[in-house]
């Protein structure tokens, strides 16, 4: 069956996005609709005319966000504009939302972009989000990103992973650039959802997909890889920051995407802890990695331009 017909999504409107922009998930329902993530700040106004369409008019009463990534949470000041809907985040962030705490959130040292917007209400571990005849439990899903939850309907089977189970792996394990440890928590995670009935999975990044046993056997394996060496990890998440930019941007001189790289927190941590062997500078090892990823083509030169492939 295509998974996008699956049974489990009846009522529902999956927007798959592209990797700038997690997929959102809308539940109708009479008394107003919720949205669950709703993608990055640049494409915020794709996001509500996606969902302006699919209500017909009808209300957004809430927005509930997984996780605080940008990817994730970028369209939510822009739908509480337009609907003057209530926003909900895990319980563990909150705090830093209500402050908008640099410490507390991930957007500045990661070098990206999220759009302010307010609070209304937070998400437990243990909560059962009602939505649609729908219930969906509020599930802790650490090891990509500490606060992050996963939401699961049991009566139908359907599992909102968000970045904590894809088809072809999981997110890169933020802890662990940042010197602490995370690679056990996904490796919970992942068996919880083995634990789970799950008929279909609805990722974060990606198509929905049904094959959840063999997702988790990828994911298994990638986890196996990056536990074994860590330097791994930290280069691919090197190298997501870098091509996660030039989504943003589009394009750049490489100049100004070295200067970026270097003036980038986590960037400058990860080089501190695992690429001073290859390089005496930040910027060397960012150019290092420009060059890997042209030479994989996730990036594109131009001369010095450096431009999203």
């Known amino acids: 069956m295509n998974p996008v017909r699956h049974p ?51 209300p957004l009463a809430r927005i509930v966000n997984t996780h605080l ?12 504009r337009a609907f003057g809907a209530a926003v909900f985040v895990p319980e563990a962030s909150a705090a830093a939302v209500r402050e908008w705490r640099s410490d507390g959130l991930t957007f500045d040292p990661s070098g990206q972009r999220c759009e302010r917007f307010t609070l209304q209400g937070t998400t437990r571990v243990g909560d059962m989000i009602a939505a649609g005849g729908r219930r969906f439990e509020v ?14 309907d049991a009566q139908n089977g ?25 690679f056990d928590d996904v490796a919970a995670v992942l068996d919880q959802i083995e634990r789970l009935p799950v008929q279909l999975v609805v990722p974060g990044h990606g198509a929905p ?13 990638r986890l196996a890889a990056f536990v074994a060496e860590p330097r791994r990890h930290a280069r691919h998440g ?23 790289a270097e003036a980038t927190p986590l960037f400058s941590s990860v080089w501190q802890a695992h690429g001073r062997g ?32």
Not at 210 to 221: E, K
Not at 241 to 254: C, D, F, G, I, N
Request: hydrophobic share 45%; aromatic share 6%; charged share 20%.
């Open 69 to 80: 990534h940008s990817d994730h949470c970028g369209g939510n000041a822009t739908l509480q």
């Open 238 to 260: 090197a190298k997501v920051l870098m091509k996660y930019h030039l989504m943003e941007v589009r394009e750049q001189p490489l100049d100004a995407l070295l200067q970026w």
């Open 209 to 221: 997909f049904t094959d959840v046993g063999a997702a988790l056997a990828r994911s298994r394996a």
């Open 158 to 182: 359907l599992l909102l992973s968000a970045d904590a189970l894809w088809e072809n792996g999981f997110g890169v394990v933020f802890p662990e650039l940042e010197g602490e440890p995370g």
């Open 139 to 152: 599930l802790e899903a650490p090891g990509h990103d500490p606060q992050s939850t996963i939401l699961f």
């Open 8 to 58: 489990a999504l009846a009522g529902l409107e999956v927007f798959e996005r592209g990797w700038l922009s997690s997929n959102n998930v809308l539940v109708a329902d009479e008394a107003g609709a919720t949205l669950i993530d709703t993608g990055h700040v640049n494409h915020a106004e794709q996001t509500l005319a996606l969902v302006r369409h699919a209500l017909a008019g009808q």
């Open 278 to 309: 290859e390089a005496p500078v930040a910027r060397d090892w960012a150019e290092q990695l420009t060059n890997e990823l042209v030479a994989g083509g996730a990036l594109r030169r131009n001369g010095r331009q450096v431009l999203d492939a």
